[in-house]
């Protein structure tokens, strides 16, 4: 079992930045996947971004080149670097985690409000 926790979330104005984290305990030497997805008000939660063991990077087409993946295999596991932010930005974002044995976790999500 793994347990998330994600920090970092706030208002930030439309063209702000802001740097999701998400913290990990547990079993988290079995993680070989993690990443973020998000859910905006009305709308189905969608993946923004993910990241392999091996490294390999996946992004949503709606923020390739504004947000950054990264992960920290001393501190916490991953990271969302945002920049550039858009109202329809606007969600909750949760992180994510996909084990050896291909159970996933999920943290509670923390707000993202884009708005002036």
């Known amino acids: 079992q793994v347990q998330l926790a994600e920090s970092g979330g706030g208002v930030v104005q439309p063209g702000g930045s802001l740097t999701l984290s998400c913290a990990a305990s547990?079993?988290?030497?079995?993680?070989?996947?993690m990443g973020w997805y998000r859910q905006a008000p009305g709308k189905e939660r969608e993946l923004v971004a993910t990241i392999t063991s091996g490294g390999t990077l996946n992004y949503a087409d709606s923020v390739k080149d504004r947000f950054t993946i990264s992960r920290d295999l001393v501190k916490n596991p991953v990271y969302l670097q945002m920049h550039s932010l858009k109202p329809e930005d606007t969600a909750v974002y949760s992180c994510?985690?996909?084990?050896?044995?291909?159970?996933?976790?999920w943290g509670p999500g923390t707000p993202v409000p884009v708005s002036s």
């Open positions: 547990g079993s988290r030497f079995a993680i070989n996947a």
């Open positions: 994510w985690t996909r084990s050896r044995d291909l159970t996933t976790s």
